[in-house]
């Protein structure tokens, strides 16, 4: 198990919205565009209800601690 791959990619999906929404529908294909490297387990280990607590948490967090989006417009 590469636990380090797995703290990034959930960090990541704290941080990264659009990562975030991308994942929920397709994590193998993001895990693999991203570059991190679990195994068919680990990944199988993020349910989607894991999803919805990871958007509930980033909710909570600074926005200055969060990626900002590519979709965001500018005003």
Not at 14 to 29: C, N, Y
Not at 33 to 44: C, F, H, R, T
Not at 47 to 66: H, Q, T, Y
Request: one cysteine or more.
């Amino acid at each position: 198990m590469s636990q380090e791959a797995l703290e990034m990619l959930l960090g990541r999906l704290l941080t990264d919205e659009d990562l975030r929404q991308r994942a929920a529908t397709d994590l193998v294909k993001i895990c693999h565009e991203e570059g991190y490297l679990l195994s068919k387990k680990e990944v199988s280990m993020i349910c989607p209800e894991d999803f919805v607590r990871l958007a509930m948490v980033s909710s909570w967090m600074n926005i200055g601690m969060k990626r900002k989006s590519a979709h965001t417009s500018k005003v």
